[in-house]
């Protein structure tokens, strides 16, 4: 199985700072035949289901807001949200979209 | 528009099983996969198992003894049954469908499930 650690846990920002989130994987999740990562983010708000931010390591889904970008490859990935706002109030998690079982990291909780 | 529902009892007595239905609506169900995940309360996402859309099923192996996915497509319904229920499978059970690639691309709103006498 594919091993999601997550970092940090929790953090606390003021609005308009920049985060940055980390998602390390315990094996390589980039693929050979089309050299696309396979890793996603997704936000969840307090009393909400999950919400898709991003897809592909760095595909923003329809509608999520361009201060949400993601980055890295292989094994390392990066979740930044530029000029937090106060609806940025969430848990965020990565996941591995490569190979089963899925696999989640343990989440990141942002305060503002 | 693409929505799932899940549907189930709120309580569970230790032992018994659960039944929950996810009810989806937008999209086929030989088209697309349908996930089932599990979030104890405060704490992360487990991946439990799928029902492809071929019909073909595939569990987390921590799970695999205990947990069956089926699916009635004229209803639009896929169902998750988990024996042998313990107090540690209290959670919100979700159901969510993926994108050919196995992202999320939508959630249903979850089911709080309690394990308990």
């Known amino acids: 199985d594919i091993v999601m650690t997550q970092s940090p846990s929790s953090l606390a920002v003021s609005a308009g700072e920049t985060v940055t989130i980390n998602c390390k994987s315990s094996q390589s999740l980039l693929s050979s035949g089309n050299q696309k990562n396979y890793l996603a983010w997704y936000q969840q708000k307090p009393g909400q289901s999950p919400k898709l931010l991003i897809y592909?390591?760095?595909t923003r889904e329809s509608g999520v807001p361009d201060r949400f970008i993601g980055s890295g490859s292989g094994t390392d990935f990066t979740l930044t949200i530029s000029s937090v706002q106060a609806e940025d109030l969430a848990d965020y998690y990565c996941q591995q979209h490569y190979s089963y079982p899925l696999t989640f990291g343990s989440g990141t909780k942002l305060d503002i | 528009q693409v929505q799932l529902k899940e549907s189930g009892p709120g309580l569970v007595q230790p032992s018994q099983t659960l039944s929950l239905t996810c009810t989806v609506a937008?999209?086929?169900?030989?088209?697309?996969?349908v996930h089932w995940v599990r979030q104890p309360p405060g704490k992360g996402l487990e991946w439990m198992g799928v029902?492809?859309?071929?019909?073909?099923?595939r569990y987390n192996s921590d799970l695999k003894s205990r947990l069956s996915i089926s699916k009635d497509t004229s209803k639009s319904q896929v169902f998750l049954k988990m024996n042998s229920l313990q107090t540690e499978d209290t959670a919100t059970y979700y159901c969510?469908?993926?994108?050919?690639?196995?992202?999320?691309?939508?959630w249903g709103q979850g089911v709080m499930v309690t394990v308990s006498s």
């Open positions: 937008g999209f086929s169900l030989t088209s697309y996969n």
């Open positions: 969510a469908k993926t994108s050919y690639n196995n992202y999320f691309d939508y």
């Open positions: 029902l492809w859309n071929t019909g073909g099923t």
């Open positions: 592909l390591a760095s």
